[in-house]
């Protein structure tokens, strides 16, 4: 299968759904790579080499493989998105994810804009993202920045949205996992990519991957170059979006340009039953800072750079054919800096400087008791994040440095995997503890957040301790081959820690709340589903119904005239259903229907009155997602349309933040020169039209999204 093959076989996403992968094939699989001295074990080493040869002969079924974190998890619905189906398009990390159902994107602007995701309703600090089980969020903020990570580079992006696995921390809204790889299908070879389109955008990438003959050695090495002027037309309100229309007119985005350089890679060896695996990841951004449509910036910019850094090792049959154990241990290095010169942005520090630094280590044994049916999957983990931020005037003099802030972090969890009839019926009960300790020097904030001053030592530590229990349930009720027919259903609480900045706040602007308590949710949800894999076709079916209820949930409200203080008194449900389908048919040409609908009913039940009741801002009632693609010998065709629901832009649903449904349509085609049955070289043209009605829309009030684009990319494989 070639690359253009690989582009059609997984455009969208696919539902992680646990089939045949038995963690007794794992064991077996695992007996056949062991060179064993007893006649026994080589009759069943022969036994297993023949049905690797039957198997070799049969299209629908695969050679045992480990588990993945995502196959091993007991959260209710998550899904796998293989980068390899956008290669050669201008296609980002956010649009990848939010073709899932449940998922939203919040952007600042075009390509390069500050963009952070939402899962089912939630906050985007409330959803966990990983870099290979690494975790990315920062304790200062809790969001993570889409246009701050790498794509190139990752193989595949793991999207948990009921809750996230045994070897993750609590997440209220779910996680992200990007997983490194090449994303192609060849064992070795070399891609070189070029690409360029609207608002002077361009783009140049570079990756190799391989491994040695005897496959002790493996590794993939990418980096990419990318810039844009992102200077788009766009309607300005100016700022009386319905009080006065009179004054609106066409404008033009000012200070949204960027670049950004990015390098990942790994190297991976196994001499013997452990496999090493180093991971490296490197990024680099400077872009500015636009402001709001009204008031736009010309000065304002930021820098920023990070690399994260890792050690894992994976050791199966480790002592006894029945325990594994994986380990990890990273650091993360963080910096950025925020310059206003003119002040047009805020009224703060014309110069501020942060740095942040996050190290820990991780544990996972898994035991295979198979005599009682059970795999149990512990997780021991230990982190700690530090922050500091420096203030200058605008000649980058130091005007002040701001101690230092610690988080330590450790957490114990158990994953019971429980299956019954060859795995037809499936009980995933879990338990996750955690601890967080904060600890923080700054006596000034101490003393004006403690009414007596021998109290400070007490408040210099901040704990916070909770624990929270998951139960999954898949049950096949019917399999016949080619045909999966099942009912799953999944139960879950969760926590977030409050972020230093509502911890500890920000001089002039927030007052920071060290009594804040974590937040707290609970998600429940159930849905039939089903799958077809046949040589003719494969079509995969799910709805899911789910409701999740978030208390203590963290408000800003105003505290003087010109502060703020963060308390724990918002809540919030959120209720609906999700529809995810894929239908591939293997005629001439090979044709691929993906669809995905989300209901979702997101309402704050808060102690604010005149904000219960109220939508939650930016959760639009309907998302659908309906793509269609077409596979020739030497053409890739295809198109998508996007359906957002109308949103109100702020908690007060008022009529001035009220954004209209829209429809986004994208067409794409590509050509392979080779065709798609060449085997390891490959040359293709790709052709890329978005939001092709020309739609000036925004996502967040005062921040509008470009209009139509188009871009064109080069990519060589050999």
């Not at 580079?153 to 090449?182: C, H, K, M, T, W």
């Not at 788009?232 to 949204?256: C, I, K, S």
């Not at 949930?553 to 308390?567: D, G, M």
């Not at 009632?621 to 077409?630: C, K, N, R, T, V």
Request: aromatic share 12%; charged share 25%; glycine share 8%.
């Amino acid at each position: 299968m070639n690359a253009c093959d690989a582009l059609f076989s997984q455009v969208d996403s696919t539902p992680l759904i646990i089939h045949d992968q038995i963690a007794s094939d794992y064991l077996l699989a695992q007996n056949d790579a062991t060179t064993e001295t007893n006649e026994s074990d080589e009759n069943e080493s022969d036994s297993n080499d023949s049905a690797t040869q039957s198997n070799e002969q049969s299209i629908d079924v695969v050679a045992p493989q480990p588990p993945s974190s995502a196959d091993a998890s007991p959260a209710g619905s998550a899904s796998r998105i293989n980068t390899e189906a956008f290669r050669g398009r201008a296609v980002g990390l956010d649009e990848m994810i939010e073709r899932n159902s449940g998922v939203r994107v919040r952007r600042y602007g075009g390509l390069g804009s500050y963009s952070t995701i939402s899962i089912r309703g939630s906050n985007a600090n409330q959803v966990n993202v990983y870099l290979d089980g690494i975790p990315l969020n920062n304790a200062q903020s809790g969001e993570v920045n889409l246009a701050d990570l790498n794509i190139d580079g990752i193989g595949q992006i793991d999207v948990y949205r009921s809750g996230a696995p045994g070897e993750f921390s609590s997440a209220i809204g779910g996680a992200v996992n990007l997983i490194p790889g090449s994303g192609e299908e060849t064992p070795a070879g070399t891609r070189l990519e070029a690409g360029g389109g609207s608002f002077r955008t361009y783009r140049l990438s570079a990756a190799n991957w391989g491994q040695s003959d005897d496959e002790v050695w493996k590794w993939s090495a990418s980096g990419a170059y990318q810039k844009s002027d992102q200077d788009y037309h766009f309607h300005n309100d100016n700022g009386t979006p319905e009080l006065n229309q009179m004054d609106d007119f066409d404008d033009v985005r000012r200070n949204a340009q960027f670049r950004d350089t990015g390098l990942t890679g790994f190297v991976s060896y196994q001499p013997g039953s452990t496999e090493f695996k180093l991971l490296n990841d490197y990024k680099y951004r400077l872009h500015g800072v636009p402001g709001p449509a009204s008031n736009q910036t010309d000065k304002t910019t930021r820098e920023y750079i990070r690399n994260t850094t890792g050690l894992a090792t994976d050791t199966p049959g480790l002592f006894t054919e029945e325990f594994r154990l994986k380990s990890r241990a990273y650091y993360t290095g963080a910096g950025e800096e925020f310059y206003d010169p003119m002040q047009e942005f805020s009224t703060g520090s014309p110069d501020s400087s942060s740095r942040w630094q996050s190290y820990g280590a991780h544990l996972m044994p898994e035991l295979y008791l198979l005599d009682y049916y059970q795999v149990l999957r512990f997780f021991l983990g230990t982190e700690r994040e530090t922050y500091r931020r420096t203030e200058r005037n605008r000649n980058h003099i130091e005007l002040e440095t701001q101690p230092r802030k610690f988080r330590s972090h450790n957490s114990v969890h158990l994953v019971d995997e429980i299956s019954f009839f060859d795995r037809r019926l499936i009980f995933l009960p879990g338990i996750r503890y955690e601890r967080f300790v904060d600890r923080f020097n700054d006596t000034d904030l101490l003393l004006r957040y403690t009414n007596n001053p021998r109290d400070i030592l007490q408040e210099n530590k901040n704990k916070s301790e909770f624990t929270n229990y998951e139960g999954g349930l898949r049950w096949v009720f019917l399999r016949r081959k080619p045909t999966d027919v099942f009912i799953k259903a999944f139960a879950a609480s969760a926590s977030r820690m409050p972020t230093f900045f509502e911890l500890f706040g920000e001089r002039g602007s927030v007052q920071g709340n060290v009594d804040l308590v974590p937040e707290k949710s609970r998600t429940y949800e159930f849905g039939p589903g089903f799958s077809i894999q046949d040589s003719r076709l494969q079509a995969e079916f799910q709805l899911t119904g789910f409701y999740k209820e978030v208390r203590d949930l963290i408000l800003f409200v105003p505290n003087s005239q010109f502060s703020l203080r963060p308390e724990n008194i918002d809540r919030a449900t959120i209720s609906g259903a999700e529809i995810e389908s894929r239908l591939t048919l293997y005629t001439r040409p090979e044709l691929r229907l993906v669809g995905n609908y989300t209901y979702q009913r997101a309402i704050n039940t808060g102690e604010v009155e005149y904000l219960e009741g109220n939508y939650l801002p930016l959760q639009p009632l309907h998302e659908f997602h309906a793509s269609i693609d077409m596979l020739f010998q030497h053409w890739f065709i295809g198109g998508e349309a996007i359906f957002i629901g109308a949103v109100f832009k702020d908690r007060t649903n008022e009529l001035a933040g009220y954004e209209e449904a829209r429809w986004l349509y994208n067409l794409h085609a590509s050509y392979s020169v080779f065709g798609k049955d060449a085997k390891q070289s490959e040359l293709l043209f790709t052709l890329e039209l978005k939001n092709i009605m020309n739609d000036r829309v925004s996502d967040v009030v005062g921040y509008p999204l470009p209009g139509r684009s188009i871009y064109a990319t080069v990519s060589y494989r050999f």
